[in-house]
């Protein structure tokens, strides 16, 4: 049982982001990480909680606030960036989020900034107007990683959630090879005690890694998913 858990939970690729970013500053360009998901499970404090990290591994960050939806988000991310002393791209609301990210990765390229990290709206999975609108983004700029970002507290409605978005954004996509969901961000991980199946479920429909998981408040409240951990809480 452990063995098969454990192999479950190694996902099919792995993704070494300070390896990619140093591979991608080398061919002159930034290297870009979109953050997709739902309303609410806390995306622009996990991509600040990156943001952080990356600072710590000497990589200058930009973000790109693409969330040109909701209203009072890229004011959320504002105080991020200023907080962490970060720049930003924005260009208000009402605009579109994939030309704003495309805007942003030029002018990452000409500051000469490592990584751009760029915040959606959340949208409901069977929302096809915002689908459409991630889709188009993701088709248009490219970027390097896809991350999905999901509450642990949810159980299967995240398993839900992000096999609809893989399924959307396969369907949506205007490209030959359609891009899917590279990675996974898990957040409130501190709050779901044993109950670590959704991040098995999520691992096994999708074949994307869990990135990080976010158990609290702070920047620094960001792990590496430790396979070993999660599988003994798992056979508690």
């Not at 429909?205 to 158990?215: D, E, L, N, R, W």
Request: proline share 3%; glycine share 6%; aromatic share 6%.
């Amino acid at each position: 049982m452990e063995d098969a858990l454990v192999r479950i939970l190694t996902p099919k690729r792995s993704i070494d982001v300070l390896r990619d970013v140093h591979a991608a500053k080398e061919q002159g360009r930034p290297y870009v990480i979109t953050f997709v998901g739902v309303n609410g499970v806390g995306k622009s404090t996990n991509l600040a909680k990156i943001a952080y990290w990356l600072q710590q591994h000497n990589i200058s960050v930009m973000m790109a606030a693409c969330d040109t939806f909701r209203s009072g988000a890229v004011e959320q991310l504002r105080t991020h960036a200023r907080r962490l002393q970060i720049p930003i791209f924005e260009k208000g609301y009402e605009k579109d989020p994939a030309v704003v990210a495309k805007e942003a990765i030029q002018e990452a390229s000409r500051n000469g900034s490592d990584l751009v990290l760029v915040d959606t709206a959340g949208r409901m999975q069977d929302n096809e107007p915002l689908m459409r609108a991630l889709s188009k983004l993701i088709s248009l700029n490219s970027p390097d990683l896809v991350l999905f970002v999901g509450e642990a507290l949810v159980g299967n409605d995240a398993v839900d959630q992000l096999s609809k978005f893989n399924q959307k954004l396969a369907d949506l996509s205007n490209s030959p090879t359609s891009r899917v969901i590279d990675g996974i961000v898990l957040t409130k991980f501190d709050c779901i005690d044993d109950k670590v199946g959704a991040a098995l479920s999520m691992v096994y429909i999708s074949g994307a890694p869990v990135m990080f998981v976010g158990c609290g408040q702070s920047y620094t409240d960001l792990k590496k998913l430790n396979v070993k951990t999660i599988v003994k809480t798992l056979l508690k």
